[in-house]
């Protein structure tokens, strides 16, 4: 329960709203879709929207686990529960009520720990015996003790009868997996790892194979600004300032991530003029009366300059699945560029500690196969498939499968749905798609695959508690119910007042929820 609560005081109490011209402060459960809220420096934004106008920076830890304000500016997504630092700003409520990502965060949360393992099922059989076994035992012993044992017979009798009903403890065999169940699942939504169905919680302890998609997984899933190395003579900054003005004018994706690269350093970017496509070769313009000239290798060589001064950059871009791209200035060779999708920064050290608890990792996405194996060599994965549609991944995950292996699919697009609900477990990125959430057992809300990390940890933590308090659990009434019964007796004369069995019966249930409580402290990598 204290996780949800936890999650609980998260939502914002009221909301300030634009309603007939006046602002209002509002429950936040009146909120509805379309409504314009205000957010001013400090206050917790109540729903997810969109941002209309204002800019600000925004903790959004509670989903990401990342500690630095995000900045938000006209467009941006805002998420329910995440606190406003700096700015203000005007957004567009989206998603309320029970559709916002927080209430979905707690929904699971709720049905994780109200779920039934599969070694629940087993428990049940076994428990279902164990009561009518019990009185069938305590029976016994009281006829024994009644017509064998020493006078007063019938005191004797009714005392160890008593004893065996009082000391046998289905209740701690009841106890084990669901308290282990509520404390593992509250304390992986700590570690930011929802649990939608509670088979997963069971059987991730047992995966070999982890098969990752590569973009918004493994990668960030966007095209960024990567390198930009400049020739002798000219500066970083003015370089990217003249060709971000020219490529501000070009609509293509590679085009956005430098002039974003620009305003991310502050700096000012000038109207290009006499914008030019050279189609097949790049984009040419003029910016402050300079003739600035972008494109391939073989652009610059139409305009008679030679790349092979970046040679070593172009051959070291190339390894990495990158493309070069060159920058003319004047009809002077003046950088070469990479744009693209950059690693996120957990990534390689969260394969690393997949691959350190036995587990092996293997890559399958549509992307072309260089950047693939470039991206995989940078993660250390040696398995990649490449360039396959949807249902080519569902195919690399059944060729994948043999000797009975255990796998888990980690993605996060539409494109990953099939294979997320054709692995044995789906583990869908949580800034992903609601169809790859949808078709997924676990839910990573970080949004990295570390998370992937914690998942596993936890559910070999919480299978490791349920079987400590099984065995705690069985062999207290394997060994107690006999000692009530008196078997003791013949040989040493002890008997089990029903007063001490009581209290050992207590005990047993005690322990068993003490030993599922241990759960809340257990670190990423820990597995008891």
Not at 328 to 350: F, Q, Y
Request: proline share 4%; charged share 20%.
């Amino acid at each position: 329960g204290e996780a949800i609560e936890k999650l609980s005081r998260l939502q914002a109490k009221t909301a300030r709203v634009e309603r007939d011209g006046k602002l209002l402060d509002i429950p936040t459960e009146q909120v509805v879709a379309g409504d314009v809220l205000v957010i001013r420096p400090g206050e917790r934004i109540p729903v997810d929207g969109t941002v209309i106008d204002g800019s600000s920076n925004v903790d959004e830890s509670m989903i990401s686990g990342e500690p630095l304000p995000v900045a938000k500016a006209a467009g941006a997504i805002v998420v329910g529960g995440t606190i406003n630092k700096t700015g203000a700003f005007r957004f567009r409520a989206d998603k309320v009520g029970r559709d916002t990502m927080l209430a979905q965060i707690i929904r699971m949360v709720e049905q994780a720990q109200g779920s039934k393992l599969p070694i629940q099922t087993l428990v049940d059989r076994v428990t279902a015996w164990f009561v009518p076994a019990v009185i069938a035992l305590a029976v016994i012993t009281f006829l024994v003790w009644f017509f064998v044992g020493p006078e007063p017979a019938l005191t004797h009798a009714l005392v160890n009868a008593v004893a065996v009903l009082i000391i046998a403890c289905p209740c701690a065999m009841g106890l084990a997996v669901p308290t282990s169940i509520v404390v593992g699942g509250g304390r992986a939504a700590e570690l930011g790892v929802l649990f939608r169905k509670g088979e997963a919680l069971q059987e991730l302890r047992n995966v070999q194979l982890v098969v990752v998609d590569k973009t918004g997984t493994v990668t960030k899933g966007r095209p960024e600004l990567t390198d930009l190395v400049t020739a002798q003579g000219f500066v970083e900054d003015d370089v990217l300032t003249l060709v971000a003005s020219v490529e501000a004018q070009s609509e293509h994706p590679i085009a956005e991530a430098i002039v974003k690269a620009a305003e991310a350093k502050g700096l000012a970017v000038p109207k290009a003029q006499k914008f030019a496509s050279v189609t097949g070769y790049g984009i040419e313009a003029e910016v402050d009366g300079r003739k600035i000239s972008v494109g391939a290798d073989r652009f610059m060589e139409k305009l008679g300059l030679s790349v092979e001064v970046f040679a070593e950059a172009a051959a070291r871009l190339g390894d990495e699945g990158k493309t070069p791209l060159y920058a003319a200035v004047d009809g002077k060779l003046a950088a070469v560029i990479a744009v693209a999708d950059p690693l996120k920064p957990s990534s390689r050290d969260a394969i690393s500690a997949l691959q350190a608890m036995g587990v092996e990792v293997a890559m399958v996405t549509g992307d072309n196969r260089r950047t693939a194996e470039a991206i995989a060599r940078q993660v250390g994965i040696d398995k990649v498939v490449a360039e396959v549609l949807p249902e080519g991944k569902v195919k690399a995950i059944h060729e994948m499968r043999v000797d009975g292996k255990k796998l888990a699919f980690v993605g996060d697009g539409i494109n990953d749905a099939p294979a997320l609900a054709e692995a044995d477990i789906g583990i869908a990125i949580g800034t992903g798609t609601d169809v790859a959430i949808e078709s997924a057992d676990v839910v990573l809300v970080g949004g990295d695959l570390s998370g992937a990390v914690s998942a596993i940890a936890m559910s070999r933590a919480t299978m490791t508690n349920i079987k400590q308090n099984l065995f705690w659990a069985f062999g207290y009434n394997v060994a107690l119910v006999p000692v009530a019964a008196g078997v003791l007796y013949p040989a040493f004369g002890w008997l089990l007042s029903p007063m001490i069995a009581a209290g050992a019966m207590a005990l047993s249930s005690v322990f068993v929820l003490g030993n599922a409580l241990r759960l809340k402290t257990v670190k990423v990598g820990e597995t008891k």
